[in-house]
T-cell receptor, first 112, second 114 residues
Framework: AQSVTQPDIHITVSEGASLELRCNYSYGATPYLFWYVQSPGQGLQLLLKYFSGDTLVQGIKGFEAEFKRSQSSFNLRKPSVHWSDAAEYFCAVGSGYSTLTFGKGTMLLVSP | EAQVTQNPRYLITVTGKKLTVTCSQNMNHEYMSWYRQDPGLGLRQIYYSMNVEVTDKGDVPEGYKVSRKEKRNFPLILESPSPNQTSLYFC?????????????FGPGTRLTVL
């Protein structure tokens, strides 16, 4: 069965500092991997996705993620965090958009 | 404007009273799905549909039904709601096949079952 682990429930980062959110997955074949963001009271927005090809994926809002098959990881990064990035972030794995399994989320807090 | 709409956005009901949450998309997407979101559990897929008349269970289908009689609509039916179905529900749609197309989420329906 596929699964996703986001080890950090909460992360606090200073504004302007770099960010890395961790995601580890378990999947029987080549996975499709996703990162979503959910701002308070809002729906989900897709940040980026990996289907195949280059293992470093660029997304919206300056985010990127790197697929590392040997480590079963798909960590999300941003070089300089803005206060507006405070939100909850979800990693997901699946075979395309169907049968997506989400992680439990990481809440990002941005301090001044 | 491309969008997924859900109705109602907020609903308070009582145990056992049948209800339907509607979901509609205007992008001619084949794939639609329903998720529930609970604190500390993330999103869990309830049902999904690959096309008209093609539906399948997700991770947490118990207590829910769906139908896909038209491509644009994918209603979620709770025949006899119970308090453990109190949750935030999201509908989503996308084209099939992966690639450059994106997935769209609805705004969510917050359901409280008393």
């Amino acid at each position: 069965a596929q699964s996703v682990t986001q080890p950090d429930i909460h992360i606090t980062v200073s504004e302007g500092a770099s960010l890395e959110l961790r995601c580890n997955y378990s999947y029987g074949a080549t996975p499709y991997l996703f990162w979503y963001v959910q701002s308070p009271g809002q729906g989900l927005q897709l940040l980026l996705k990996y289907f195949s090809g280059d293992t470093l994926v660029q997304g919206i809002k300056g985010f990127e993620a790197e697929f590392k098959r040997s480590q079963s990881s798909f960590n999300l990064r941003k070089p300089s965090v803005h206060w507006s990035d405070a939100a909850e972030y979800f990693c997901a794995v699946g075979s395309g958009y169907s049968t997506l399994t989400f992680g439990k989320g990481t809440m990002l807090l941005v301090s001044p | 404007e491309a969008q997924v709409t859900q109705n109602p956005r907020y609903l308070i009901t009582v145990t056992g009273k049948k209800l339907t949450v509607t979901c509609s998309q205007n992008m001619n997407h084949e794939y639609m799905s329903w998720y529930r979101q609970d604190p500390g559990l993330g999103l869990r897929q309830i049902y999904y549909s690959m096309n008209v008349e093609v539906t399948d269970k997700g991770d947490v289908p118990e207590g829910y039904k769906v139908s896909r009689k038209e491509k644009r609509n994918f209603p979620l039916i709770l025949e006899s709601p119970s308090p453990n179905q109190t949750s935030l529900y999201f509908c989503a749609s996308s084209l099939l096949g992966g690639g450059k197309e994106r997935q769209y989420f609805g705004p969510g329906t917050r359901l409280t079952v008393l």
